[in-house]
């Protein structure tokens, strides 16, 4: 009888580690919102089938009384009350339960389900097979657009309206190829990505073709042109030596490859894929002026100044879920403030919901992080701990970028909550063994 529960157990386990594997390597990809729900519901199901036959509620109790649980209970009871102030409640309802009570459900299934399963999913391998399968892709697709710009594949016309050159051609793959879920979800994968390696490559745990996919990763990010990103993971990267200090040498490597990279962009006539405003204006305080003459960064400062403003005038009133709410019942603020939401993931939800939601929001990042960080510390050289490190430095690098757009959303958020729950539920091991 225990031979033939082990034997279910093993396969649900597998089931579960086959299935996180292909959801991580299908979400850079534009599977869809229905697809989504399904690999979802298939990992919730498989998840709780595996432990309601483990029949352990140590881990799971734990886990219902951790901060973590706490704040993200609140930001969907928050959510829940913001849909009944919404001018289209149905459409906010949609939102609700596609980006986030879904993906509550699945992160909590899945942290459960490795708190309280003797075998872990093997992370290491699903985020080697993930980016390997996402680079092929990428920049298999974009090789070929270089190569043949007759005859592209996978690309939108409007994008190849734009194309005078071949470096156009690079830095425009990521919005115009049809296959992947936007230059924005682009770097939100490699956040993750590049989190990985980073900790290897301060571990000085890197091999050759290991060395190559992050030096490919940093590459793929530069040709995003998402500067947000770029400056989050350079700082991540730049964080890693701190939790592991035994090698630096590999560390040196991609940062001077990096520089590399944006000298080679600059010389070659491309830095306006990089600097898009009037800089000097900006020193000088002129922020409409530059604003008049384009750029991202003077729109942005204009968009945070009135949004805020606007939300201080009633900082608790929550306005529904969904950033269509915004540009279709707030023309006057879209109109002052020149971009159609915050681009910010914490103003958006604290216009969403009032400033409580974004106050949720960052309680649950801070008690991830601080769960992540107090497992470290009890493991610091054990097998353990590069997983803590890496949630640590993707947490920095997922939200580092969320402060200058709002990619929490979709297949975006899905990967947060799908990665994140991984070490949460290894963190909660780790605190029940040694308290």
């Known amino acids: 009888m225990d031979r033939v529960q082990t034997d279910t157990t093993n396969t649900c386990s597998s089931a579960i580690q086959f299935l996180f594997t292909s959801y991580l390597a299908l979400l850079p990809f534009q599977i869809g919102p229905t697809a989504r729900y399904l690999l979802s519901g298939m990992l919730i199901i498989a998840a709780m089938k595996h432990i309601l036959e483990q029949g352990r509620h140590?881990?799971?109790?734990?886990?219902?009384?951790?901060?973590?649980?706490?704040?993200?209970?609140?930001?969907?009871i928050l959510a829940i009350i913001?849909?009944?102030?919404?001018?289209?409640?149905?459409?906010?309802?949609?939102?609700?339960?596609?980006d986030l009570f879904l993906n509550s459900i699945l992160f909590s299934s899945m942290a459960i389900f490795v708190a309280n399963s003797p075998q872990s999913i093997e992370w290491e391998k699903s985020i080697r097979i993930a980016n390997i399968l996402f680079l092929l892709a990428y920049l298999g697709l974009m090789i070929q657009w270089i190569m043949f710009p007759n005859?592209?594949?996978?690309?939108?016309?409007?994008?190849?309206?734009?194309?005078?050159?071949?470096?156009?051609?690079?830095?425009?793959?990521?919005?115009?190829c049809s296959l992947f879920h936007g230059i924005k979800h682009t770097s939100m994968f490699l956040t993750l990505m590049l989190a990985y390696w980073a900790v290897w490559a301060t571990r000085g745990m890197l091999s050759i073709t290991g060395m190559a996919i992050f030096l490919l990763d940093l590459f793929t990010l530069l040709t995003t042109t998402r500067r947000a990103a770029c400056l989050a993971v350079f700082s991540g990267i730049c964080l890693a030596p701190l939790l592991f200090k035994s090698s630096a040498r590999y560390?040196?490597?991609?940062?001077?490859?990096?520089?590399?990279?944006?000298?080679v962009f600059v010389v070659s006539g491309n830095s306006?894929?990089?600097?898009?405003?009037n800089w000097q204006l900006l020193m000088k305080?002129?922020?409409?002026?530059?604003?008049?003459?384009?750029?991202?960064?003077?729109?942005?400062?204009?968009?945070?100044?009135?949004?805020?403003?606007?939300?201080?005038?009633?900082?608790?009133k929550p306005h529904g879920l969904g950033r269509k709410l915004i540009k279709e019942y707030q023309a006057e603020l879209v109109k002052?403030?020149?971009?159609?939401?915050?681009?910010?993931?914490?103003?958006?939800?604290?216009?969403?919901?009032?400033?409580?939601?974004?106050?949720?929001?960052?309680?649950?990042?801070?008690?991830?992080?601080?769960?992540?960080?107090?497992?470290?510390?009890?493991t610091p050289h054990g097998n353990e701990a590069p997983l803590m490190a890496v949630g640590l430095i993707f947490i920095f690098m997922f939200w580092g970028t969320n402060m200058f757009t709002d990619g929490f959303r979709h297949g975006s958020a899905t990967m947060y909550w799908l990665f994140t729950a991984i070490p949460t539920g290894i963190a909660l091991k780790i605190n029940r063994s040694r308290p």
């Open 58 to 76: 140590v881990s799971t109790t734990q886990f219902l009384r951790s901060p973590v649980v706490i704040f993200l209970i609140a930001l969907n």
């Open 82 to 98: 913001s849909i009944s102030s919404s001018p289209e409640p149905r459409y906010s309802m949609a939102v609700f339960f596609e």
């Open 151 to 176: 005859h592209p594949l996978c690309i939108r016309p409007e994008a190849i309206a734009r194309i005078h050159s071949r470096w156009d051609a690079i830095f425009a793959f990521g919005n115009g």
């Open 251 to 263: 560390l040196k490597v991609a940062i001077a490859f990096l520089a590399v990279l944006v000298l």
């Open 272 to 277: 306006e894929h990089f600097i898009r405003e």
């Open 285 to 316: 305080g002129e922020v409409q002026k530059a604003k008049d003459l384009g750029g991202s960064i003077p729109l942005r400062i204009s968009t945070y100044k009135v949004f805020t403003k606007q939300i201080l005038k009633e900082p608790f």
């Open 336 to 378: 002052k403030a020149g971009l159609l939401h915050g681009h910010n993931t914490f103003l958006n939800f604290a216009f969403y919901m009032g400033v409580q939601g974004s106050l949720a929001l960052l309680g649950l990042i801070l008690s991830q992080a601080w769960l992540f960080w107090t497992a470290w510390k009890k």
